[in-house]
Every structure is written in C-alpha cells, then in structure tokens.
C-alpha cells in the first residue's frame, strides 16, 4: 500500500455511518477545497510561483543594493545599511550563495 | 593717502544696504542659520557671534559644529567635544558632535539588536566583519554626523538653530549627500513597497488575508522621514538662511562666486554676505609702512567690487580685529559689529 492509499483508507475509516450530516457537509466541503485546489493549480499557481519568483530575485537586488559591501560591492551610504542588518541576517548566507553560484541555461527555464 | 575715503573713515557696512540684525528682525521665521565659505575666514566667529546676539535678544539658542574638526571648543574656551548639548550663558546652548563615539553606539546598538532578535549569545563572524567593514568606510563620518544633526533639529526645543559649517567643498558635499541619501531612500523603499505589492498579490490569490508587516519597509520609512526632515532644512526658503563669509581678496571672491552658483543648484537659499577682516582705514596715515597700505587699497578695491556685484546682499563688514576671538568678551565684541545698524 502507498502512502497515498493509506491516507485514503484512513481517510474512509474516519468517516462513521452513525454521523451522516456532518459526513455530507465534510465530503461537499471536502469537494469544494478539492475544486478549489485543482482551480488554483490550474489557474492560480503558476501565477504565484511567478510571483513569489520575482519577490525573491527583488530581495536579492534589495540586499546587493544595500549590503553589497558582503561580496565587494560599494554601497552608499553605510551609515542607513547598517541599520537593515538585522533584518537581513538569516537570508545573507543564501543570497550570498545565490550571487556566486554559477549561472546556466537551466536558470532561465525553471 | 589722506585724500581717500576722508581717512578715518572706513565703512564697516555697505552703504544703503540692508542689515544682519534686521534680516533677523524681518524674518524670525528663519530658525536655521549657515554661515559657510573657504576655511578660515571666520564661520565658526560669526556661528558663535550671532548665537550669542540671538540669545541676548531672548532667544533660546543652539550652535552646533558638523566640522570633524569642530573648534567651537576653542571660541567657547570650554571643552564640549561629544559632550551632547552644553550650556555656554543663559538660552545659548553649544555642541560639538563626536563622529567616532555616535558612531560606537550606532554599532553596539545594531549588534544588540541582532543578538536579541535572533537569540544569539553573540554576532555572528560574518555579519561582525561586516558592521566593523562597514564603519571603517570613509563616508561613515560624515554620516554619523549628518544622522547626529538631524536628532538636533528634528528635536526643535530651540528658537534658533546655528549650523557652523564645513568649509564651501566640504559644505556643497555634506549638501549633495542629503540629496544623493534622499534619492537613494526613495529607490530603495519604492522597490521594497514593489515586493510588498508582490507579497500581497500571492496573498490575495491563496486567500492567506492580512500579509505579514514587513519590518524593513518600516526602518526604510524611518529612515526617509529623518533624511528627508535634514534635506527640507537645507532647501527650506522660508526658514533657513544660509550666509556667505568672504574676505577682500581676489581668490575668495572668486571661490565664493562658483560656490554661491553651486549652493544655488542646490536650491540653498542663500540670505546675504558678511565681510571680514577688513582693515580699519585710520591705519592707512602718512607714515604707514608700504606693506600695509598696499594692503588697505587692495582692500578698497575688492570692497568696491564687493559693493558694486553684490550690493545690498552684503549685511555687514567686520573689521580685523587686534586679536583672535575667543571667549565670551571677544564674542561680544564681535557680535556689536556684526549687527550693527
């Protein structure tokens, strides 16, 4: 059995006969988020992976602009950067990455 | 040499011009006073000569240095050098910024703010060599006092605000960094307010409701609020008066010409001229030595040209004085012919 049909026997299992209404309202309810899933995968999702894509390349250029000092980058002005730090400590290390990492055609398709 | 000027007479103010102290008068509006040109030739006197005539007129009064090497120490004969605020006599305040010590604090406050943030025990390596890089950088002076002035004025407790400056290219940088960090701020909020729109259309769309508050957007504002607050004074027409000190001489008149079109791209708006150092014309009798009366009609000469360019923008000559001004006597003393009427 795969991890998704045991999921779904569980599923079934869940479900008492005893509790008829709240079974309709869970399985229309049910239906209706799956629909709703399927319509955002097929309408929405790829909108917002674009999205999110853009968001992150901005904050990306954001920390170059003002911490560019990390990869030798001049900066202007230290004084207010430093200010953004704190706020930018976890992500230093990816963006850091990301900035040296080399670059092929893979880049530009997914 | 009899013959000039009726001898004794030398005029220490234009004629027919208008005067400092009723430029001062006519406009109280105008809280924040510059007086600025070539090094040496007398900003920090006439900075502390007329913070000391305001608070003699009932003004409470702030002078404050953002020279680096600030010597308002020295006129005050007090040592106030990054000691905040310090009380000279009564409604005259004096400061002298200490760029290294602001800028200690800045640090500590920003490595506090990371630990406490993140639960660390201390500043990661990286981000240490960083903070210590990036005060090292040859800016950060100027920025730290740039940042130190605007917690100054943005404060208003004081009628008047008295900025001794820099010398003219120092002044038109410190000038040009409060437009450059006023363009720099708004790109970089307006590309922080563009991820937020982003953030906000991938909300929408996983009906996620309210998005998270973005914290950098937050400092960024901050941060423009208080660059913005320093570059309105520089430009502010209504109430800042920015005053030019010149001496008789060809060099500093011509300095002081490119500077005043310069500050004027700048949109400083510029109040008037001072003359210093102008030689008493009693010293130019018969038997006065050559080096001196050659020196008193060059002076005559650049004082016509003075008169004869700027006219009714100059607002008060001074004349070289037998000594250097230092203390509250010799301010006094400067203060009465600076404003005389």
């Given at each position: 059995m795969t991890d998704g049909e045991r999921s779904n026997a569980d599923e079934t299992q869940g479900e008492?006969?005893?509790?008829d209404r709240p079974k309709e309202a869970g399985g229309i309810r049910g239906f209706f988020g799956k629909a709703r899933k399927v319509t955002y995968g097929m309408a929405a999702h790829d909108m917002t992976r674009t999205a999110l894509r853009t968001r992150g390349s901005m904050e990306h250029l954001f920390i170059l602009v003002t911490m560019g000092d990390l990869v030798g980058v001049p900066i202007l002005p230290p004084y207010y950067s430093l200010r953004l730090l704190p706020y930018v400590v976890p992500q230093i290390s990816t963006w850091k990455r990301r900035m040296l990492r080399e670059k092929d055609l893979t880049d530009a398709m997914f | 040499m009899s013959g000039e000027k009726g001898?004794?007479?030398?005029?220490?103010r234009t004629l027919g011009s208008g005067s400092l102290a009723a430029v001062f008068r006519e406009h109280p509006e105008r809280r924040y006073v510059m007086f600025g040109g070539k090094?040496?030739?007398g900003k920090t006197t006439f900075s502390a000569a007329t913070a000391f005539w305001l608070a003699r007129q009932g003004h409470k009064v702030m002078v404050f240095s953002v020279d680096p090497q600030a010597s308002l120490s020295d006129i005050f004969q007090r040592d106030i050098f990054g000691q905040g605020p310090v009380k000279i006599m009564d409604n005259l305040w004096a400061q002298e910024i200490d760029a290294d010590k602001h800028i200690a604090e800045y640090q500590d406050e920003i490595r506090k703010k990371i630990v406490d943030m993140y639960g660390m025990e201390r500043v990661p390596d990286e981000i240490e060599d960083y903070i210590q890089a990036a005060s090292a950088e040859p800016a950060m002076e100027e920025s730290a006092i740039f940042d130190a002035v605007v917690d100054i004025v943005v404060g208003g407790e004081y009628d008047y605000y008295i900025y001794d400056l820099v010398p003219l290219g120092h002044a038109l940088y410190y000038l040009s960094m409060a437009k450059v960090y006023d363009e720099w701020i708004n790109k970089i909020t307006h590309l922080r307010e563009e991820m937020r729109g982003y953030e906000e259309v991938v909300a929408k769309i996983r009906r996620e409701g309210e998005v998270e508050e973005d914290k950098i957007l937050g400092e960024l504002q901050y941060i423009r609020g208080r660059i913005n607050a320093a570059s309105r004074i520089l430009v502010d027409r209504e109430k800042t008066a920015f005053f030019f000190v010149v001496i008789p001489e060809e060099m500093v008149l011509a300095d002081t010409r490119q500077a005043a079109e310069m500050f004027a791209r700048f949109d400083v708006p510029i109040g008037g001229y001072v003359v210093n150092r102008v030689l008493p014309a009693e010293l130019l009798t018969e038997g006065a030595p050559t080096f001196l009366s050659n020196r008193i009609r060059m002076q005559r000469r650049y004082l016509d040209q003075i008169d004869s360019t700027l006219g009714e923008q100059v607002l008060a000559r001074v004349p070289e004085l037998e000594r250097d001004v230092t203390g509250l006597d010799m301010i006094e003393r400067t203060a009465e012919m600076l404003f005389m009427e």
């Open positions: 008492a006969p005893k509790e | 001898g004794n007479e030398a005029p220490l090094g040496g030739l």
